[in-house]
Antibody, heavy 120, light 111 residues
Framework: EVQLLESGGGLVQPGGSLRLSCAAS????????MNWVRQAPGKGLEWVSD????????NYADSVKGRFTISRDNSKNTLYLQMNSLRAEDTAVYYC?????????????WGQGTLVTVSS | NFMLTQPHSVSESPGKTVTISCTGS????????VQWYQQRPGSAPTTVIY?????PSGVPDRFSGSIGGSSNSASLTISGLKTEDEADYYC??????????FGGGTKLTVL
């Protein structure tokens, strides 16, 4: 059974940093791209970033490019999102999602999400 | 920027069929696969259609997806509507720079 467990969310001040983690199990982690998707309170889903199975190729939404960094440790079956220079508009539930293939193609399994609140 | 446009809301009666559209703003929506996600209130999204028309195991065959036509659209069709289908539905694909794109979401009411 595929399981994705996000952690690391919390309250942070504007301009601060936070690192999210997503522990994966139930599939061969290195064989699949992974994604971060967020949802601001009362809003729709927003794609944030993805990374291929090997970790050598990444993509970012314009809204986070230059501030967020996606990475993965295939030896630990864990996905990360380093978030710097956080803004109030980054407040959202952040979901990690497993991709359909080694290169990004679409998402098939989702975690339960972790809430990030950016506020002074 | 490439965008996907969905109707804000749709409603239909139990047992009926509803179709939700997802229209690409430019290019061909067929250039990349389209996925559909269901999100019930207070829950994480789940995948109901991937690669335009494929159903994950466990998703009933009342759910179907299609692509094409002159409208540059993808569609999600749910037949034999049940009250448990009431949820928000999002389409998703990629732009020409391989960045993910979501539609704005459609609230389905089954009344």
């Amino acid at each position: 059974e595929v399981q994705l467990l996000e952690s690391g969310g919390g309250l942070v001040q504007p301009g601060g940093s936070l690192r999210l983690s997503c522990a994966a199990s139930g599939f061969t982690f290195r064989n699949y791209a992974m994604n971060w998707v967020r949802q601001a309170p009362g809003k729709g889903l927003e794609w944030v970033s993805d990374i291929n199975g090997g970790g050598g190729s990444t993509n970012y939404a314009d809204s986070v490019k230059g501030r967020f960094t996606i990475s993965r440790d295939n030896s630990k079956n864990t996905l990360y999102l380093q978030m710097n220079s956080l803004r109030a508009e980054d407040t959202a539930v952040y979901y990690c999602a497993k991709d359909l293939s080694r290169d990004p193609r679409g998402m098939d399994y989702w975690g339960q999400g972790t809430l990030v609140t950016v506020s002074s | 920027n490439f965008m996907l446009t969905q109707p804000h809301s749709v409603s239909e009666s139990p047992g009926k069929t509803v179709t939700i559209s997802c229209t690409g703003s430019s290019g061909s929506i067929a250039s990349n696969y389209v996925q559909w996600y269901q999100q019930r209130p207070g829950s994480a999204p789940t995948t109901v259609i991937y690669e335009d028309s494929q159903r994950p195991s466990g998703v009933p065959d009342r759910f179907s997806g299609s692509i094409g036509g002159s409208s540059n659209s993808a569609s999600l069709t749910i037949s034999g509507l049940k009250t448990e289908d009431e949820a928000d539905y999002y389409c998703q694909s990629y732009d020409s720079s391989h960045r993910g794109v979501f539609g704005g979401g459609t609230k389905l009411t089954v009344l």
